[in-house]
């Protein structure tokens, strides 16, 4: 496979890979402009704990050793009633299920104002009550999305301009053995 075939492909792969995270952040970020406008419950929470995830990073410098990276993950779950129904839930926001942190203090002083036991105000969709959240927006996760979408798009067009700009003026079809238009 030539050098030119490599870059077409590597852009057009990052251009879907940003496209894809693009729609999936948008998607989120409809629903955190929503639930912005939804009503409130009270809730009562029946489960809160902290998972430890310990993941391997390998360095991209050659002869370094991996370095171990430790998140604390808070998972809470509430239960509420709406209509007489009652529904269980450990959605915390638009945009994540749990609250996670490099920094075990920080997920301790989370799950301490959500203890087991404790009164929490709950917003729910009023077209789904069984969908809720803790906390309304969701916006920071969101915007980090997008910029990370963002990114490989940004990475794919400059890539495909670089293979556009390696001699092939016909363009992608030509590269895809579609014939010009007549």
Known sequence: MTGGKILLIVGAVLVVAGLLVGALMTRIFSNAQA?????????????????TDRSNRRRQSSGQRSRRRTSYDAIVRYSYTVGGQSYTNDQLSAATDYFSSSNQSRTRDFLNRHP??????????????????????????VQWGLLL???????????????QGRGHPAGLGAAIGTPPAT
């Open 149 to 163: 979408g963002l990114a490989p798009l940004l990475a794919g067009l400059g890539a495909l301009a670089l293979w």
């Open 35 to 51: 639930n912005r406008s939804w009503p409130a419950t009270t809730g009562q929470v029946v489960e809160s704990r902290m998972e």
């Open 116 to 141: 087991v036991g404790a009164s929490v105000t709950v917003f729910y969709d009023p077209r789904q009550p069984g969908s809720a959240v803790l906390e309304r927006g969701g916006f920071g996760a």
